[in-house]
């Protein structure tokens, strides 16, 4: 295990939320450029996940999975 990946370990246990997003105040426990990057398609508008049987598209990965 890395020393990141430790110290975001530690963060679930303590609460600690040091990772914020660049748009609005929410804080995240874990540097993941997934979550922070769908959670920044919230702000942005950008749809990047388009399924596979339509032309619908969604701003995060498992909004397009529970779609389907």
Do not use: W
């Amino acid at each position: 295990m890395t020393r990141q990946k430790l110290g975001e370990h530690h963060n679930i246990h303590t609460g600690r939320a040091p990772y914020k997003c660049t748009f609005c105040d929410d804080t995240f426990r874990r540097y993941s450029n997934m979550k922070l990057g769908e959670h920044h398609n919230i702000h942005t508008g950008r749809a990047p996940y388009k399924c596979t049987f339509c032309d619908d598209t969604f701003r995060r990965n498992s909004n397009m999975v529970q779609h389907r």
